[in-house]
């Protein structure tokens, strides 16, 4: 039956701004590295992306692609299951972009919430760009272009993946009508054959009828497997299930990841920009210094005051990293000051070094061996092209671009 399941697409970028820490790997790798194995998953490098806030410094972006491809690999992901790609190998992103921008009304944008908020938070920097406008459509585009299914995102990007949703459905209205596009429909249900045709009907009717959207999921799934229906057909097809013309561009679902809150070194959440950060390179010695001069409960000045973890930045790394067992034993060590601070930290620094050991040798091993991330990022490129360009031969023919 497995052939028979669609393949769902899942798409993410990462911006190459630096190092990854453990905020990184706690709140996104650990999710990709799960979802590679449940879906066909394609992760980029956003380098462009990185650029419309780097753009007057754009060496750190150019050293931090490699980087951040390593640290991907070292912390688990397979570039057997995945496709990893740099955003800028694959000219496509940037011409949906530039055709997307025809029919984007300016508002959408400047409305995106995302926008003034980074305005105002990084007005060390002149933000008042074309480029950091049209973040959200490049971001669009990368993730149309290959037609994904779903986008693991943090909460913060959600209206991003939202925006996105108005610009498909924006161009499918625009460029989806054929002035016969029921006859062509109904035509393209013929040839799927009389039963699943009438599975068809029954399904679309319950789903324009009553709303019934299981069965709008389950007509799309019954539309995505159908073995002789061609891509036109299939836009078709999936665009008269909701009464519109063709779906040319399928609306995106964000995939939300349950946002472990990393705490970083002094209590806030773990972020480059606070300089509180564990990063996954850090050697164990750079670990057990940096932890162990963590501000603690402000209250146990002494050896002897008693203090209360639930004050103490370094209780919310006892709660992901340590047992019940240990963290019994802080709670109450604390609390009667029988334990002291850098004995409290001991179990902290051991785990993260447990955690990063591996992490470490795999990176080391990649660092040494530099064709094959290049080799990687190649392959990774071909496959990821292959697939837009396929997009994009269908963009440019609803847009009239294919004049011949
Ligand atoms: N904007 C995303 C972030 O800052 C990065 C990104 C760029 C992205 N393009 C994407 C994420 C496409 C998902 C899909 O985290
Ligand atoms: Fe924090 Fe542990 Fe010190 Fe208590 S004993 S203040 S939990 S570091």
């Not at 019954?222 to 519109?244: I, S």
């Not at 050697?283 to 008693?306: I, Q």
């Not at 034993?329 to 000051?337: I, M, N, Y």
């Amino acid at each position: 039956m497995a052939a028979l399941v669609p393949v769902t697409r899942v798409v993410s970028g990462m911006r190459p701004t630096g190092r990854l820490h453990l905020g990184h790997y706690h709140g996104v790798l650990k999710n990709w590295v799960r979802l590679q194995h449940e879906y066909e998953c394609l992760f980029f490098v956003a380098d462009w992306h990185a650029l419309t806030t780097h753009y007057e410094g754009p060496a750190v972006v150019a050293r931090s692609v490699r980087e951040m491809v390593i640290d991907w690999l070292a912390a688990g992901i397979d570039a057997h299951s995945a496709t990893l790609f740099v955003q800028s190998d694959i000219p496509q992103h940037a011409e949906l972009h530039l055709l997307l921008s025809m029919m984007t009304p300016l508002a959408w944008l400047e409305r995106v919430p995302t926008y003034k908020d980074q305005q105002e938070r990084l007005r060390e920097k002149d933000l008042d760009t074309y480029g950091f406008l049209g973040y959200p459509l490049l971001q669009t585009a990368d993730i149309l272009a290959y037609r994904a299914a779903f986008v693991p995102v943090g909460e913060d990007q959600i209206p991003h993946i939202e925006f996105s949703r108005e610009i498909a459905r924006r161009f499918n209205y625009l460029y989806g009508r054929e002035k016969d596009f029921v006859e062509r429909a109904e035509e393209a249900l013929r040839k799927m054959g009389r039963k699943p045709a009438k599975a068809y009907q029954d399904l679309r009717v319950a789903y324009l009828e009553r709303g019934d959207s299981e069965a709008l999921d389950t007509a799309r799934a019954l539309v995505e497997r159908q073995p002789n229906v061609t891509l036109g057909d299939k836009e078709r097809l999936l665009g008269y299930l909701e009464g519109n013309g063709r779906l040319i561009l399928p609306e995106p679902q964000p995939l939300l990841t349950n946002e472990s809150r990393m705490p970083g070194l002094d209590g806030q959440k773990m972020s480059k920009s606070y300089g509180n950060t564990i990063s996954l390179r850090e050697t164990p010695d750079e670990v057990t210094k940096k932890v162990r001069t963590m501000p603690t409960d402000p209250s146990r000045v002494r050896r002897a005051d008693p203090g209360e973890p639930g004050r103490c930045p370094v209780w919310p790394f006892h709660v992901i990293y340590s047992s019940t067992e240990t963290r019994a034993w802080v709670e109450e060590g604390c609390r009667s000051a029988r334990i002291g601070c850098l004995e409290c930290k001991q179990p902290v620094i051991d785990a993260i070094n447990a955690e990063l050991a591996p992490i470490r040798v795999r990176a080391e091993e990649l660092e040494q061996d530099p064709s094959r991330v290049r080799t990687i990022l190649a392959e990774g490129a071909r496959r990821a092209r292959d697939i837009a360009e396929e997009t994009l031969v269908d963009v440019r023919r609803a847009m009239n671009l294919i004049w011949d």
